[in-house]
């Protein structure tokens, strides 16, 4: 009995010593090294009007001055794209293209980039002039449940 009892406590710190972490373990995960980007839009974007936007990408805390690609696509909310433009670079991590935008409402900007493996799309909405009624429903439609159905609960 007590040479089962001493081959199973045996049997049992071989395999607890087997399940030990490798202090090593964190590197052989694949480091991310996100790439993030801050859109500046005008604040009075008018029909017809040029939209000269900007876009600063940063990796690591400093500025990406050459990324694989960066560029901005333009939508409605009815899914009609405006065109995809390519961004001009300002040598100092910051990227520019103008947009002339050809009807009142609700835009979506989407930024496209890549750098050292981290691709990113960040969108942002922009309105123009004024929204459309089409617009202010597809808002509505859009909106979290909670703001849709508030009724008032204390």
């Keep these: 009995m007590k ?7 045996v049997v049992s710190l071989v395999l607890l010593t087997g399940c030990q972490l ?26 017809g009007g040029s939209a000269a936007i900007t876009v600063t990408l940063t990796q690591n805390g400093q500025p990406v001055k050459d990324p694989d690609f960066i560029h901005m ?9 405006v065109g995809m433009r ?10 520019r293209s103008e947009q002339s935008l050809e009807f009142d409402g609700l835009y979506f900007l989407k930024v496209h ?6 691709t990113i799309t960040p969108t942002r909405q922009v309105v123009v002039g004024q929204l459309t009624p089409e617009d202010i429903q ?13 009724e008032g609960h204390h």
Aim: proline fraction near 6%; charged fraction near 30%; avoid cysteine.
């Design 113 to 118: 980039a890549s750098n050292e493996g981290s």
């Design 22 to 47: 490798r202090e090593d373990a964190a590197s052989l995960y694949k480091e991310e090294n996100p790439l993030e980007a801050e859109i500046s839009v005008p604040d009075d974007l008018v029909k």
């Design 3 to 9: 040479r089962n009892t001493l081959f199973i406590l």
């Design 86 to 95: 390519s961004m001009r670079n300002l040598k100092d991590g910051s990227y």
């Design 138 to 150: 597809y808002l509505q439609e859009q909106a979290p449940a909670d703001i849709k159905n508030h």
């Design 73 to 81: 696509n333009w939508t409605r909310p009815d899914g009609t794209s």
